[in-house]
């Protein structure tokens, strides 16, 4: 599973951040260990409240455990992991809640560590803990026979935008022909008398009209490319200037690239909102069947913790009327007998742990596979969605210089995609 940590302060935001339960479809508290407090609120106070004794300001270590998409794993995995991190990195025995997250199908754990020795009152140190985080989580993979992420296979392969020189290269634009630059321009001289008319005529067809840096007219396509008008209208300087008079309240060529680059980026989103609308109907239905599904896991949950309270009463009532009382239950204890039926209850009691614990997993695992389908739909939309955004961009983005592309790629934010997210980033 992947494993993601970072040393941080500000617990009561952590809190609320864990205990969440608007944007995931289930949270459990599983463990709180080492506090005083019985509550995630109250624990991370507590650890703050222990850090101002000493100069650190990073009091926490939070750590995500995320395993595969479409995974069961058992509680035990991920407790095993976490002591696996304790150990290498030197918390172990520190305070510590581990808290359970459910959402878009897929199930994580949080825990969250106080790095304060109470013992010294100093901050634990944790040096390279990203390294050896990694080298725990590779373990993990290949134990649990989990497919390699293609980022611990080669480290080239983590960022899908490590493009070569080549590629950028072949992504550059298709450009028009002199020729047909060259008649367009002249057809929206002749076709204008000033300088309004012909800025106007110019945006038509893709360009614009600006100061050069000459302090003559220039025209600038969409792509960023400047053209001086006199060269290519065959017009000399002076009579452009008699037709469109001075050039000082043009803005300049960096000005008109910038607001182009703004009417660019701004023409991808409003095509990209477009097909998110569509999208977004598309999935309506899907949620709405996801979120009856979530409530109806709610309640079965509950029930079988219920079930296992009303049953660990009995056990604990049965096993309690197995020690006799007076004369008799003093007879047992020195025949031995008490101690006898001691360690057959203890015995019982471990059992009954783990046969919760595993009703508790089974009833998780089936819930997880009955939102699968739904959660698959999900993802596919999802995918669809962003494969046309890709081929949006594409369509723009391949007949642009390349800096102009690194500029814009800078700048563009794309719309924020579906509800149906991308479910192999997400942690």
């Not at 611990?152 to 070569?164: A, D, I, Q, W």
């Not at 009954?352 to 508790?360: H, V, Y």
């Amino acid at each position: 599973m992947i494993l993601k940590a970072s040393q941080r302060a500000y617990g009561r935001e952590l809190a609320a951040h864990l205990l969440n339960a608007n944007d995931n479809e289930h949270v459990e508290v599983h463990k709180i260990s080492g506090f005083v407090a019985d509550t995630v609120p109250a624990a991370m106070q507590e650890a703050h409240a222990l850090s101002r004794g000493t100069r650190c300001q990073q009091y926490l270590f939070s750590l995500s455990l995320n395993p595969p998409q479409d995974t069961d794993v058992p509680i035990s995995v991920f407790e095993d992991a976490i002591s696996r991190v304790e150990k290498e990195i030197g918390i172990e025995g520190q305070p510590h809640v581990i808290v359970f997250h459910e959402k878009h199908g897929r199930r994580h754990a949080h825990c969250v560590w106080s790095r304060i020795d109470s013992a010294q009152m100093k901050a634990i140190n944790l040096p390279y803990y990203k390294n050896r985080l990694m080298e725990i989580s590779r373990e993990l993979y290949l134990e649990q026979k989990w497919k390699l992420p293609q980022g611990f296979v080669n480290r080239e392969m983590r960022n899908p935008l490590n493009f070569t020189q080549e590629q950028w290269q072949q992504a550059k634009r298709l450009g028009d022909s002199p020729q047909n630059t060259k008649l367009t321009l002249k057809e929206c001289w002749v076709a204008s008398d000033n300088k309004t008319s012909f800025s106007r005529e110019l945006e038509k067809h893709g360009f614009y009209l600006a100061k050069g840096d000459r302090r003559d007219f220039v025209a600038i396509d969409w792509r960023g490319e400047v053209y001086s008008l006199p060269r290519w209208l065959d017009v000399k300087t002076k009579a452009i200037k008699e037709q469109l008079g001075l050039p000082e309240d043009l803005p300049s060529v960096e000005e008109t690239k910038a607001n182009i680059d703004q009417k660019l980026v701004g023409r991808i989103r409003s095509i990209m909102d477009e097909q998110k609308k569509k999208y977004d109907r598309r999935i309506a239905p899907i949620l709405a069947q996801k979120k009856a599904m979530n409530e109806h896991h709610i309640k079965a949950r509950k029930a079988l913790e219920m079930q296992q309270d009303k049953r660990q009463r009995q056990e604990v009532l049965m096993r309690q009327s197995r020690f006799h009382k007076g004369l008799r239950g003093l007879w047992d204890r020195i025949t031995g007998s008490h101690e006898q039926i001691k360690k057959q209850n203890e015995a019982e009691v471990y059992q009954a742990i783990l046969r919760d614990r595993k009703e508790k997993d089974a009833l998780i695992s089936s819930q997880m596979r009955e939102r699968s389908l739904p959660q698959q739909r999900l993802s596919q939309i999802n995918l669809e969605q962003q494969e046309s955004n890709n081929k949006i961009r594409e369509a723009v983005f391949s007949k642009l210089p390349e800096d102009r592309i690194i500029n814009l790629e800078h700048e563009f934010k794309p719309p924020s995609l579906s509800q149906a997210q991308d479910f192999n980033l997400e942690m």
